[in-house]
C-alpha cells in the first residue's frame, strides 16, 4: 500500500520568514495531494490540494509543488504568522475521488516565533 | 458552511465494552470515511462507505469494527469488544465531489 514520508517533523521559523515542509510518496499510482492543518485538540482542516496534472499550484501565501518523477510534494507558506502555528499533514490517495481514503503522512509541528 | 458533526466529543468505556461513535455527515454527502488518531500520532484511515456498503478499509478495520448507516443522516462506527489500544481519537470525514472534510472528532478513552 501507500507510504507517505514527512519532514521535517518540528519546524521552527521566525514570524515573517518563509517556511517549507516535504513530502515523499511510494505509490506511482496515487494522484491526489492534500494538505491539512490541525490546530490542537481541533479537526483536520484542508488548506490547499493538488493533482498529478498539475505541477504547482497557489492560494494567496500558500503553495504546493509536486514532482511526480521524484514522489515528492512541498508545501510552501510565505510570510508566515503566528496563526499559522498548528501541525500540517500531508496526504495521498489514488483519485482523491470515489471513496479513495487518505494515507496521511506523519506531521510537521509549526512553530512561529514572534 | 455545513460542517461534520460527531457525537460524543469524548466517550469513556471500559476494556470489552461495545461503543458505538456517531457521525452525522453533510447533507448532500455521498462519501463517508472513519479515521483514527493515536495521541501525537499520524491520522490512520479505517474505512470507506459509498452506497450503503464498505468501499474500502484498511488492515486496522478488523472484525471487531462495523460501520453503518442506519438512516439517511447518520453513519456509525461500531468497536464490539474494546481494547486498550483502540484509545486514540477517531474522525468522520466526508464528501461529495471534492476533498474530505473532517468533524471534530470523539476521543475515546478505554480504561
Known amino acids: 500500500g501507500e507510504n507517505v514520508e514527512q519532514h521535517p517533523s518540528t519546524l521552527s521559523v521566525q514570524e515573517g520568514d518563509s517556511a517549507v515542509i516535504k513530502c515523499t510518496y511510494s505509490?506511482?499510482?496515487?494522484?491526489?495531494f492534500p494538505w491539512y492543518k490541525q490546530e490542537l485538540g481541533k479537526r483536520p482542516q484542508l488548506i490547499i490540494d493538488i493533482r498529478s496534472n498539475v505541477g504547482e499550484k497557489k492560494d494567496q501565501r500558500i503553495a504546493v509543488t509536486l514532482n511526480k518523477t521524484a514522489k515528492h510534494f512541498s508545501l510552501h507558506i510565505t510570510e508566515t504568522q503566528p496563526e499559522d502555528s498548528a501541525v500540517y499533514f500531508c496526504?495521498?490517495?489514488?483519485?482523491?475521488?470515489?471513496?479513495?481514503?487518505?494515507?496521511f503522512g506523519k506531521g510537521t509541528h509549526l512553530i512561529i516565533q514572534p | 458552511e455545513p460542517e461534520v458533526t460527531q457525537t460524543p466529543s469524548h466517550q469513556v468505556t471500559q476494556m470489552g465494552q461495545e461503543v458505538i461513535l456517531r457521525c452525522v455527515p453533510i447533507s448532500n454527502h455521498l462519501y463517508f470515511y472513519w479515521y483514527r488518531q493515536i495521541l501525537g500520532q499520524k491520522v490512520e484511515f479505517l474505512v470507506s462507505?459509498?452506497?450503503?456498503?464498505?468501499?474500502?478499509k484498511s488492515e486496522i478495520f478488523d472484525d471487531q469494527f462495523s460501520v453503518e448507516r442506519p438512516d439517511g443522516s447518520n453513519f456509525t462506527l461500531k468497536i464490539r469488544s474494546t481494547k486498550l489500544e483502540d484509545s486514540a481519537m477517531y474522525f468522520c470525514?466526508?464528501?461529495?465531489?471534492?476533498?474530505?472534510?473532517f468533524g471534530d472528532g470523539t476521543r475515546l478513552s478505554i480504561l
Open positions: 496526504a495521498a490517495s489514488k483519485t482523491g475521488g470515489g471513496a479513495d481514503g487518505l494515507t
Open positions: 462507505f459509498y452506497n450503503n456498503e464498505i468501499s474500502e
Open positions: 505509490d506511482s499510482a496515487s494522484n491526489y
Open positions: 470525514a466526508s464528501r461529495f465531489q471534492g476533498p474530505q472534510h
